[in-house]
């Protein structure tokens, strides 16, 4: 029983920035890479930016330069930092996270999202 809960979304204007917080909570042994996606309406749902447990984040090619992932491993949180924001970045945005329950058990969890919404 592991639950990923989000917040920190919200409307803001173009050129504005918002903070998304998402942490992961239950019986973990362990959270290995940790990912932000994002769906707008009529699109599949993409890749923002991934981090793992150690090592360096990776971007979309639309974020880079604006957007920074983060991670705390004691908290079991990640944060996607957004700033410049466009229009073109108003989606639902989704955790993820891949999350050991036993030490024969992993596997991918998400969160509920998150409207980030653009104004122009």
């Known amino acids: 029983q592991v639950q990923l809960v989000e917040s920190g979304g919200g409307l803001v204007q173009a050129g504005g920035s918002l903070r998304l917080s998402c942490a992961a909570s239950?019986?973990?042994?362990?959270?290995?890479?940790m990912a932000w996606y994002r769906q707008a309406p009529g699109q599949q749902r993409e890749l923002v930016a991934t981090i793992p447990r150690v090592g360096s984040a990776n971007y979309a090619d639309s974020v880079k330069g604006r957007f920074t992932i983060s991670r705390d491993n004691a908290q079991n949180t990640v944060y996607l930092q957004m700033n410049s924001l466009k229009p073109e970045d108003t989606a639902v945005y989704y955790c993820?996270?891949?999350?050991?329950?036993?030490?024969?058990?992993?596997?991918?969890?998400w969160g509920q999202g998150t409207q980030v919404t653009v104004s122009s």
């Open positions: 993820n996270a891949r999350i050991a329950t036993t030490v024969f058990m992993t596997r991918d969890y």
């Open positions: 239950g019986r973990i042994v362990g959270v290995n890479a």
